[in-house]
């Protein structure tokens, strides 16, 4: 696997798509930045799932110190 510092993923809520990226990235959710790029929309009488959330979680960067 290539080394990469963000991934999109998505889930049936935004908790889940974050919970799926934190495992992809093999990170702790204080290590990242996370952008919603799209909420989770209700089905048919308030069924889940008819949308999926999607998100951006980018890995923050350890600044170096001399």
């Known amino acids: 696997m290539k080394d990469q510092d963000w991934v ?6 935004v908790q ?4 799926k990226a934190l495992e992809e ?4 959710r204080n290590e990242v930045k996370i952008e919603i790029l799209c ?6 009488f ?3 799932g008819a ?3 999607k998100v951006r979680v980018t890995l923050l960067k350890a600044k170096k110190t001399s």
Do not use: Q, S, Y
């Not at 909420?39 to 048919?44: A, I, S, T, V």
């Open 46 to 48: 308030g069924m889940p």
């Open 51 to 53: 949308k999926l959330a």
């Open 16 to 19: 889940e798509a974050v919970a």
């Open 8 to 13: 999109e993923a998505k889930g049936k809520t």
């Open 25 to 28: 990235l093999k990170a702790k």
């Open 39 to 44: 909420d989770e929309e209700k089905g048919l």
